[in-house]
């Protein structure tokens, strides 16, 4: 996780997972004020992190960029259904780069997002966001925990039982060349020890560090925390 801001700034790093890796990241948003605009959240799949966002920040309003029809029906009814995210959270269907009308933010959060884009579509995003970054306000930004292409065996990511069925999310990478890689997510489901059902998906992704972001960003960075040595990716839900 990275964090950058205006100069002078900042970048900080914190392991994955959506808790873990969030909570940091959203008390450094904390400092930067979030009275001088929303809290704009890119990508904020079915809302997880958007919920740390909110605990950490309970005055603080949020704009929640989510562009999957999928996600964005499972991270409306999330907002809907809890009363004190329902009067701050704003669910909007933009893509980065692109972002909403607004003309001030005070800070953004990005998980699982940035190596999704090509490089002139980060350079695009990082300007559009300095364009509208409040003095002293911070961007975040969750790099997966891949600073290079590496292979990284099937892995399972989470696990959980759900009545008479357990339900496995596993995660595989390998390397494509210089900066790529490509992930393999598969979800499966269990009764009685036995696959019932299995669904397999795939994506790239760009291995990034917080020099480079520095760079693409004209902005200086550093990490908000690390647990030590690079982890496995997690996808965004």
């Known amino acids: 996780m990275t964090t950058t801001r205006r100069r002078p700034s900042s970048t900080r790093w914190s392991p994955p ?9 959203e008390r450094r948003a904390q400092g930067a004020g979030p009275g001088r605009g929303p809290i704009l959240e890119i990508g904020a799949g079915t809302g997880r ?18 562009p999957s029809p999928p996600m964005r029906a499972i991270l409306t009814s999330r907002v809907a ?14 893509a ?15 998980f699982g997002v940035a190596g999704h884009l090509t490089e002139p579509e980060r350079r695009t995003l990082w300007a559009r966001l300095r364009e509208r970054l409040a003095p002293g306000g911070v961007i975040v930004v969750e790099l997966m925990g891949v600073r290079t292409p590496r292979t990284i065996p099937p892995t399972l990511s989470l696990r959980e039982t759900m009545g008479r ?26 009764r009685d ?31 908000i925390a690390h647990a030590g040595g690079e982890v496995t990716p997690r996808s965004r839900c």
């Not at 997972?17 to 990241?25: C, F, H, L, V």
């Not at 009308?101 to 990005?110: G, M, Q, T």
């Open 17 to 25: 997972g959506t808790s873990s890796a969030a909570a940091p990241a």
């Open 193 to 223: 020890g036995r696959t019932v059902r299995e669904v397999s998906d795939g994506y790239d992704w760009h291995t990034l560090d917080t020099a480079q972001i520095a760079r693409e960003a004209g902005m200086t960075s550093r990490r």
């Open 96 to 110: 980065a780069p692109d972002l909403p009308p607004l003309d001030r933010i005070s800070a953004a959060v990005i």
């Open 81 to 94: 259904d809890d009363p004190g995210l329902r009067e701050r959270v704003t669910v909007v269907d933009t």
């Open 165 to 190: 069925q357990v339900y496995e999310w596993w995660l595989a990478g390998e390397p494509l060349g210089p900066g790529l890689m490509r992930f393999t997510t598969t979800w499966r489901v269990l």
């Open 49 to 66: 992190v958007t919920e740390v966002i909110a605990a950490a920040l309970p005055t603080a309003e949020i704009v929640a960029m989510e």
